[in-house]
């Protein structure tokens, strides 16, 4: 069996409101998992084979003490953890470093801390730079996800990490949630492949998906969706996952050769970014009915 990694939401509540956030339409979003629920989907996940889950939705650390205990379970499990984290906790390099600490004691594996123009208009850099620095400190693995549209106005946030030495790796702008109204930029780049791991994503309501970004937003066809924890065991839906042949598509083929495949013209799919590509093809019933028919196939051949 392959590893199997998960996104687990356990709650979409969050302190902030991103103006790109792209786990949260304009209605405020506040689900959040029992912890005993939670408690028995670890217990499920484990024995269903996962070995990564990274904590993430709204802002995990906003229930810091049940995060300290699932996480400890994921330790005793066996399984890698992550946490997604803005930061709002780290207002003092004091306060950083007992509570990276704390999630180091309890077997916290790595610390991914979001950072971008929109976050910092909430959360002062100073606290991703706490704690960062709070992580480095105790040999923690941590680093910051620099959400940029590529403009020059991310220039002076780039430019601050480097200043302090933080480790950072930027991260495109998804086009989904708050910002799908954004205005687009042009982008220059090579033809991507585009493919993606497709690690699922768990709701705070037990809901599962393929794909944990914009993927859950594909309201036409549900495209993603792969069904409830309520009448569905974790292994079978993580199977269902790995057996679609669309989905193994968008791993080993990826979506530009997919979209190829459908009749886009190679500089039509060029002015796309991978996730809009993604809807265009999946979220449209005509088409992903034509893709499903041909993803058992001819699409199955469609690689170099
Ligand atoms: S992007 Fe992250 S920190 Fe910002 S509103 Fe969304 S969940 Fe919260
Ligand atoms: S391109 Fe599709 S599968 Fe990949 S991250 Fe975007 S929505 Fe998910």
């Given at each position: 069996?392959q590893p199997?990694n998960?996104a687990f939401?356990?709650?979409?509540?969050?302190?902030i409101?991103?103006?790109?956030?792209?786990?949260?339409?304009?209605?405020?979003?506040?689900?959040?998992?029992?912890?005993?629920?939670?408690?028995g989907?670890?217990?499920?996940?484990?024995?269903?084979?996962?070995?990564?889950?990274?904590?993430?939705?709204?802002?995990?650390?906003?229930?810091?003490?049940?995060?300290?205990?699932?996480?400890?379970?994921?330790?005793?499990?066996?399984?890698y953890?992550?946490?997604?984290?803005?930061?709002?906790w780290?207002?003092?390099?004091?306060?950083?470093?007992?509570?990276?600490?704390?999630?180091q004691?309890?077997?916290?594996?790595?610390?991914?801390?979001?950072?971008?123009r929109?976050?910092?208009?909430?959360?002062?850099?100073?606290c991703?730079?706490?704690?960062?620095?709070?992580?480095?400190k105790?040999?923690?693995?941590?680093?910051?996800?620099?959400?940029?549209?590529?403009?020059?106005?991310?220039?002076p946030?780039?430019?601050?990490?480097?200043?302090?030495?933080?480790?950072?790796?930027?991260?495109?702008?998804?086009?989904a949630?708050?910002?799908?109204?954004?205005?687009?930029?042009?982008?220059?780049?090579?033809?991507q492949?585009n493919?993606?791991?497709?690690?699922?994503?768990?709701s705070?309501?037990?809901?599962?998906?393929?794909?944990?970004?914009?993927g859950?937003?594909?309201?036409?066809?549900?495209?993603?969706?792969?069904?409830?924890?309520?009448?569905?065991?974790?292994?079978?839906?993580?199977e269902?996952?790995?057996?679609?042949?669309?989905y193994?598509?968008?791993?080993?083929?990826?979506?530009?050769?997919?979209?190829?495949?459908?009749?886009?013209k190679?500089?039509?799919?060029?002015?796309?970014?991978?996730?809009?590509?993604?809807?265009?093809?999946?979220?449209?019933?005509?088409r992903?009915a034509?893709?499903?028919?041909?993803?058992?196939?001819?699409?199955?051949?469609?690689?170099?």
């Amino acid at each position: 069996m392959q590893p199997r990694n998960v996104a687990f939401g356990y709650s979409t509540r969050c302190n902030i409101r991103c103006a790109h956030c792209v786990a949260a339409d304009e209605v405020r979003d506040d689900r959040k998992m029992e912890l005993d629920q939670a408690r028995g989907v670890l217990a499920e996940m484990a024995g269903a084979g996962v070995r990564g889950i990274s904590f993430t939705a709204g802002e995990p650390l906003l229930y810091l003490d049940d995060l300290v205990d699932l996480v400890g379970r994921c330790r005793d499990y066996g399984i890698y953890t992550r946490i997604v984290t803005n930061s709002f906790w780290a207002r003092t390099q004091a306060e950083a470093d007992r509570i990276v600490q704390l999630l180091q004691a309890s077997g916290l594996c790595q610390l991914r801390l979001s950072y971008s123009r929109w976050h910092q208009q909430h959360v002062s850099r100073e606290c991703v730079r706490n704690a960062a620095r709070g992580c480095r400190k105790i040999g923690l693995d941590a680093f910051v996800s620099f959400v940029t549209d590529f403009s020059e106005q991310d220039d002076p946030h780039e430019q601050f990490l480097r200043d302090h030495g933080l480790t950072f790796f930027p991260e495109p702008v998804i086009y989904a949630g708050r910002a799908g109204a954004f205005p687009r930029r042009g982008i220059f780049t090579d033809y991507q492949a585009n493919c993606c791991p497709m690690n699922p994503y768990l709701s705070p309501d037990l809901e599962m998906y393929a794909c944990c970004d914009a993927g859950s937003h594909f309201a036409n066809t549900g495209f993603f969706r792969l069904g409830s924890l309520r009448d569905t065991t974790v292994g079978e839906l993580l199977e269902a996952s790995e057996r679609n042949p669309l989905y193994h598509a968008i791993r080993t083929v990826g979506i530009t050769a997919i979209a190829s495949f459908a009749g886009f013209k190679a500089r039509e799919i060029v002015t796309y970014r991978k996730c809009e590509l993604c809807r265009e093809l999946f979220d449209s019933p005509e088409r992903l009915a034509m893709l499903r028919q041909a993803a058992a196939a001819d699409l199955s051949g469609w690689t170099r």
